[in-house]
């Protein structure tokens, strides 16, 4: 095949490198891509169906990127060719991630990675699958369109809880009831890459943290992931108060009851959480 589209200097910024500064300051990155697909009908249709939508592929790059906790250039550039691939007409990729800013000894402006993949490779490797679940809340606005959006934005959502309206808990006194839920997720994601997700879709529902507890748009939170336990400043898994907040365990127990703890009913009081229903549609 001779056919190709090509995408030149894309640019994000994230976190990459093994060094300590490198975990902590997010760093600027290019990505240049260039993928083989069979035009020959789109040349005659002069139909966007018929070829791949490039500023679709861009788009998903940048996720992939902002997204990323990576040590190596080399698994991140892995990971964006594996994006690329997903789309239908796809049939090789060729990446060239860039570091714009390598911190080496010598004087170089730049330092890459590049690398070819095939539609063949891609659909032959084994590809590990992640379960978590991620409570979603919003008490500002179009509470339901801000957990539609949530949802949507999440990717592979396999499960759903009912919308429960809530007491606010915490935070000050004359804000308005929060729409809370609880979803389940199969992801390739890390829960680092994972929680960037998150922190993407409150910033596209323009959430901000203003007031510890306060009204809010749109709230994204990993409850659980897998069988993993992890406590750093960044990211707790699972969630350290799930287990004492009734608005998060009753939604958990529509779709996955046997991940609340024991007597959580009788424990926690009743009030406050009510059954709204399944998330509208529209």
Known sequence: MTDVIEINGIRAVTIVGALPHEREIPQP???DLAFEVDLHDAGSSDELGDTVNYGLVADRVV????????????????????????????EAVTATLTKLRPPIAVDAIDTAVKIRRTRAEAQTRPHT????????GSNLG????????GVAGLGNVTAM????????????????????MVVKVETSLDPFALLRRCQRIEAEAMRQRVVRWGPRTLD??????DGVTMDGDELTIP???YTERRFVLAPLADIA?????????????????RVVGPLSTS
């Open 129 to 136: 699958v992640n379960t978590a679940y991620i409570a979603l």
């Open 29 to 31: 990155l290019r990505v």
């Open 239 to 241: 969630h350290p108060r």
């Open 257 to 273: 009851p046997d991940r609340c703890p024991d007597g959580w009913e009788e424990r926690l009081a009743a009030g406050g959480v």
């Open 161 to 180: 809880s009912d919308v429960y309206e809530t007491d606010p808990v915490g935070g000050p006194d004359d804000q308005g009831s929060f729409l809370n």
């Open 63 to 90: 996720a992939v990127v902002e997204e990323s906790k990576d040590v190596l250039l080399e698994r991140l550039v892995a990971r964006i060719t594996d994006e690329v691939l997903a789309f239908d007409r796809v």
């Open 142 to 149: 179009d509470r339901q369109g801000y957990l539609r959006l």
């Open 220 to 225: 994204v939170d990993i409850v659980l992931f």
